[in-house]
C-alpha cells in the first residue's frame, strides 16, 4: 500500500509508522511526505530517509481547488492508495476527501468525539481534559470526513488521568499510546482488514 503523510509539526507519529513500516510489520510504504510547513520536524526526517517531501500551503494557491489539484497531482505522481495525517493541522480540501474516501485518516490525542473538533489540538486538548475532571482520557484513529475530527471511529486505546498528572505528562502518555495504535490500524488497512459501513468502522482480526 502506497502511503502519503501530512503532517505540520515534530513528526513523531510519522517515525513511529516508518519505524513499523521497516521493521516488516505494516506492508506499505511512505511513498510521499506532504506538509504546510516548510521547516516542520517531520520534514527533516522525511528528508533524512530520502523520502521525498513537498511543501504545499493555501498561500501558494488562489482558491482552495487550486491547492486540492496541487496535492491531487503530487499524490498522483507518487501513486498514492491511502493518505495518513499525522500532526497535520489544516483542514484537508474537501476535493482530496472525496477523491480518497475513507482511505485518510487521521490521529487525535482525545477519545473522540469528546475533546475534538476546529481548534482542538497540542495541549490545548490535554488542558480540556484535566479542567473536566476526567478519569481517563486516549488516543483516537479514524477515517476523515469533511467536518474536523468527525469522521468513523476506527481504534480507540485509554490512558488514564492521575490527579497529579498535567497537560504535559498526559500528552506523553497518550502520545505513547499513539505510537501503538496508529501502526497497528494501518497494518490493518494495508492487510484489507478494516471493515466501513455508513459512520461506522471496525477491524476484522487477522486470526
Ligand atoms: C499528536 O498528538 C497527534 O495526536 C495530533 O498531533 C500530534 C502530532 O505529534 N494530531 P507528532 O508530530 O506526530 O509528534
Known amino acids: 500500500m502506497n502511503i502519503a503523510v501530512f503532517a505540520s509539526g515534530r513528526g513523531s507519529n510519522f517515525l513511529a509508522i516508518l519505524d513499523a513500516i521497516d521493521a516488516g510489520f505494516i506492508p506499505a510504504q511512505i511513498v510521499v511526505l506532504i506538509s504546510n ?18 511543501h504545499l500551503t493555501q498561500k501558494m494557491f488562489e482558491s482552495e481547488e487550486a491547492l486540492a489539484d496541487a496535492m491531487l497531482s503530487e499524490l498522483a505522481k507518487h501513486h498514492t492508495e491511502f493518505i495518513v495525517l499525522a500532526g ?17 485518516i487521521n490521529i487525535h490525542p482525545a477519545l473522540l468525539p ?15 481534559v484535566i479542567a473536566s475532571g476526567e478519569k481517563i ?3 483516537t484513529v479514524h477515517l476523515v470526513d469533511e467536518e474536523f475530527d468527525r469522521g468513523p471511529i476506527v481504534l480507540q486505546q485509554t490512558v488514564a488521568v492521575d490527579a497529579d498528572d498535567t497537560p504535559e505528562s498526559l500528552a506523553a502518555k497518550v502520545l505513547k499510546v499513539e505510537h501503538k495504535i496508529f501502526p497497528l490500524v494501518l497494518k490493518a488497512f494495508a492487510e484489507g482488514r478494516v471493515k466501513v459501513e455508513g459512520r461506522k468502522a471496525w477491524i476484522m482480526s487477522s486470526f
Open 37 to 54: 510547513k516548510s521547516d516542520a520536524g517531520a520534514m527533516e526526517s522525511a528528508r533524512a530517509h530520502r523520502i521525498p517531501v513537498r
Open 88 to 104: 497535520y493541522l489544516k483542514k484537508i480540501p474537501a476535493k482530496v476527501i472525496r477523491q480518497y474516501q475513507n482511505r485518510i
Open 114 to 128: 469528546s475533546f475534538g473538533g476546529e481548534g482542538m489540538y497540542g495541549h490545548r486538548v490535554h488542558e480540556s
Open 137 to 139: 482520557s486516549g488516543a
